[in-house]
C-alpha cells in the first residue's frame, strides 16, 4: 500500500536546518578536542581525535539525511498516514474522525528557517503522528484540512 | 497445596447467576434509614416522596467532611502534639501548651471555614461546586456527560458514616469532581438521582435492576496474591529480613531503609487485598457495578460502551492453578484519595479466577468475542523465541483480539469502534525474517494491543483493511443502552 499513494515530503529546508545545527555542535568539539590532544599529546594525537570526531559527525550527516528523506505524509479519503524511520520502519494511520486536536509548534530556530511541526493527537497516547519540517505555510493549510476533517468526521471515545 | 484443598478452593468462587430484580444492596440503599433522614441534605424517604430533590438551591457537605478529607493528616498531627505534650510535661510544662492548643484552634478554624466555603448545587443539568475562600474556584460538570459516579468511603469516613462521591468524567486529563463528604444514606440516593439525570430520565425514576455475576471469595483472594511475583517478592524480603535481623541483631539499625523498602511492599499487597476484598460484580443496564473493599471501600460501575480493551493475564505462578484475572482500560482515569490519579493499575474486574468466570465476564463485556487462532509464522522463531509460542491473532466482525507475552501469557480483546490509530511496525530484524508488526492503538496507555511478527504480506493487508473495518464497526456501534428501558 506504501507505493500508491502520493506521499508529501517534509520541506528540504530541514535537511538544511538540521545539517547547520549539526555544523554548529561539530565545529567547535572538533576544534577543541584536536587542540586538547595536541597540547597534552602530540600533534599527530589531536589531528587523529579530529578525525575521527569528524568521521562520526558525517556517519550523522548521513543518518539524517536518510532519517528527514524517510519521512512522508500522504491525505487519504478518511485518514492520515504517516511514514518515517529508517531502521525501525514506521507507518502510522490516523483516522480523522479520532483525531481529539491538532497543534503546531515553531521553536525559535525552526522559526527562523520558516518551518513548523503539525502535531495531531488522538485519545490514545501510543498514536505519535507528528510531522515536522513543513513550510508555515503548509503547516497552516494541513492544520486547518485536518481540523476540518476531523469536525466532519468525529467519533465518540 | 494438595488437590483437595485446591478444588475447595476452586468451588469458593462459582458463578451465580440469580434471576433478574433489584439486588438487596440498591434496594436496602432506596428504602434507607428514613428515620435518621432530617436535616439540610435530607434525600428521599422509601414513600419516594422527595424532599429535597435536587432543584432546591446551594447545599453543604456534611460538617465533619473537613474531618475525614484531612485523613491521614490528622494522624500525623495528632502524633507530633502527642509527642510534644510528652516532651513539655518532661520540662516543667508552662508556654508549650498553648501552643498546641493554638495549633489545634487555627487546624479546627481552617476545617470550619474550609466548610463554610463549600457548596454545591444542581442546576440545569449541571452540577456545580464552589469551593475556596481567598482563590474562590467554581467547578461545572454538565450531567450529560457523567462516565460513572464511585461511592468511596474511606476508613475514617466508614466510621462517621460518610462517604463520597467521586465524578468520572469522560476527559482524560484535568480534576475529576468530587463531593467529600455527604451521609452515606444521602450519598446512595445522590448517585442514584444524578446517574438518572446524567441518562435523561426523571431524577427520581428507580435505579435499574441488577445482576449478581459473580463473588470473589477472600480466601482465593489472598491466595493469588501470595502467589503473585511481587507477593513472593514480599514474602522473601521479609523472610530474609527476618533472618538477619535474627541472626545479627547488631546489623538492625543499618536496616532502616530496608524496612521502609518493606512496609512500602506490604502496603502495595495490602492496597491489591482491599481493592479485591469482597468483590462483586454484578451487572445492570448501564454497565457493569463493582463493590470492593475491606477498610476503605468503593462502589464504582463501568459503562458498557466506555470499555476500550480488555485484557486477560494468566501469571507462571497462577498456571497450575488454572487461574486468570481479567482487566478493562475505561476511557477517563478513575481518582483515588486526594485526586491522586490511579497510578498504573487497571481496573481488574476479576482479581482472580478460573477461565469460565473468566469467560463468562468477557462476554458481558464483549459479546461474542474472538479467539486468537491464526499462530505467527514459523519463523519468528528466530526473531522471538520466548514470546513465539504465545504470539497469535484473531478476529470477529466488530472485535480483535491477540495474544502475547514471554512468561506469562496476556490475551487482549480491542473493539474495533474503539481503535483510536494504528502504526504498523518492522525493525531490522523482522526486515531479516520478513515479517512487520501491526499496533492497535486505543485510549489510555495500559493495555498495547499488538499483532506481533507477522507475514510482511499479511501485515501489508491488514493494514490496508482494518481502518476501513474500524470506520465501519464506529458508524455501526451500537449505541449506548437504555438506561431505563424496560
Request: charged share 20%.
Amino acid at each position: 500500500m506504501n507505493d500508491a499513494q502520493d506521499w508529501t515530503a517534509p520541506s528540504t529546508r530541514l535537511l538544511v536546518m538540521r545539517r547547520i545545527q549539526l555544523a554548529l555542535i561539530a565545529t567547535p568539539t572538533i576544534t577543541t578536542v584536536g587542540l586538547l590532544g595536541a597540547f597534552i599529546g602530540s600533534a599527530g594525537l589531536g589531528g587523529l581525535l579530529a578525525l575521527v570526531i569528524a568521521a562520526v559527525v558525517l556517519a550523522w550527516e548521513r543518518l539524517l539525511h536518510h532519517r528527514i528523506r524517510a519521512w512522508a505524509y500522504a491525505e487519504r479519503e478518511d485518514d492520515l498516514l504517516i511514514r518515517r524511520g529508517v531502521m525501525i520502519r514506521k507507518l502510522s494511520v490516523i483516522p480523522y474522525g479520532r483525531m481529539q486536536f491538532v497543534d503546531v509548534t515553531a521553536g525559535p530556530v525552526e522559526r527562523m528557517f520558516g518551518l513548523a511541526t503539525v502535531r495531531m493527537h488522538t485519545a490514545a497516547a501510543a498514536s505519535d503522528a507528528r510531522i515536522p519540517g513543513l513550510l508555515a505555510a503548509e503547516a497552516a493549510r494541513l492544520r486547518d484540512a485536518l481540523a476540518a476533517l476531523g469536525e466532519a468526521k468525529a467519533a465518540g471515545l | 497445596m494438595n488437590s483437595a484443598d485446591e478444588h475447595s478452593a476452586m468451588d469458593g468462587t462459582a458463578i451465580q447467576r440469580l434471576t433478574a430484580g433489584p439486588s438487596r444492596a440498591e434496594a436496602s440503599a432506596m428504602a434507607g434509614p428514613a428515620g435518621e433522614q432530617a436535616g439540610e441534605q435530607a434525600g428521599e424517604r422509601s414513600d419516594g416522596q422527595p424532599i429535597a430533590g435536587l432543584a432546591g438551591g446551594w447545599r453543604r457537605l456534611h460538617p465533619l467532611s473537613p474531618l475525614v478529607r484531612a485523613g491521614r493528616h490528622l494522624v500525623v498531627l495528632a502524633t507530633l502534639l502527642l509527642s510534644g505534650a510528652v516532651t513539655h510535661q518532661q520540662d516543667s510544662g508552662g508556654q508549650g501548651r498553648y501552643w498546641d492548643l493554638a495549633v489545634v484552634a487555627v487546624v479546627v478554624v481552617i476545617g470550619v471555614i474550609s466548610w463554610l466555603v463549600t457548596r454545591w448545587q444542581v442546576d440545569n443539568g449541571t452540577l456545580r461546586i464552589e469551593t475556596g475562600l481567598l482563590r474562590r474556584s467554581s467547578q461545572r460538570y454538565p450531567l450529560s456527560q457523567i462516565q460513572a459516579i464511585d461511592l468511596v468511603e474511606s476508613g475514617l469516613a466508614r466510621v462517621l458514616g460518610l462517604a463520597e462521591l467521586h465524578l468520572r468524567m469522560a476527559a482524560s486529563g484535568g480534576s475529576a469532581g468530587r463531593l467529600a463528604c455527604l451521609r452515606k444514606a444521602d450519598a446512595e440516593i445522590l448517585r442514584a438521582r444524578l446517574l438518572a439525570l446524567a441518562h435523561g430520565v426523571a431524577e427520581d425514576s428507580p435505579p435499574p435492576p441488577e445482576q449478581l455475576l459473580v463473588a470473589l471469595s477472600t480466601r482465593r483472594l489472598a491466595t493469588s496474591i501470595l502467589l503473585s511475583g511481587q507477593g513472593v517478592v514480599t514474602i522473601g524480603a521479609t523472610v530474609v529480613f527476618a533472618a538477619v535481623a535474627v541472626a545479627i541483631p547488631a546489623a538492625i539499625g543499618a536496616l532502616g531503609g530496608a524496612v521502609g523498602l518493606l512496609i512500602g511492599m506490604l502496603t502495595a499487597a495490602w492496597r491489591r487485598f482491599n481493592s479485591g476484598f469482597e468483590l462483586t460484580v454484578s451487572v445492570a443496564a448501564d454497565g457493569l457495578h463493582l463493590r470492593s473493599g475491606a477498610i476503605q471501600t468503593a462502589t464504582e460501575t463501568i459503562p458498557f460502551g466506555r470499555v476500550q480493551a480488555v485484557q486477560l493475564v494468566e501469571p507462571l505462578l497462577w498456571r497450575p492453578l488454572r487461574w486468570c484475572r481479567l482487566e478493562v482500560e475505561v476511557a477517563g482515569r478513575r481518582v483515588r484519595n486526594e485526586n491522586r490519579p490511579e497510578g498504573r493499575q487497571l481496573r481488574a474486574v476479576l482479581p482472580v479466577g478460573d477461565h469460565g468466570q473468566a469467560a463468562f465476564l468477557l462476554s458481558q463485556l464483549i459479546p461474542a468475542a474472538p479467539t486468537a487462532d491464526r499462530r505467527a509464522p514459523a519463523r519468528a522463531r528466530w526473531k522471538a523465541p520466548l514470546r513465539y509460542r504465545y504470539l497469535a491473532w484473531g478476529d470477529s466482525k466488530t472485535c480483535i483480539v491477540t495474544t502475547n507475552g514471554r512468561v506469562r501469557r496476556v490475551t487482549r480483546w480491542v473493539p474495533l469502534e474503539k481503535v483510536q490509530s494504528i502504526r504498523r511496525v518492522q525493525g531490522p530484524l523482522q526486515r531479516m525474517f520478513g515479517l512487520a508488526t501491526i499496533h492497535l492503538d486505543t485510549a489510555g496507555r495500559r493495555i498495547q494491543a499488538e499483532l506481533t511478527d507477522r507475514d510482511v504480506e499479511e501485515a501489508d493487508h491488514q493494514l490496508a483493511v482494518i481502518p476501513g473495518r474500524c470506520r465501519a464497526a464506529r458508524r455501526t456501534a451500537r449505541l449506548p443502552r437504555p438506561f431505563h428501558g424496560q
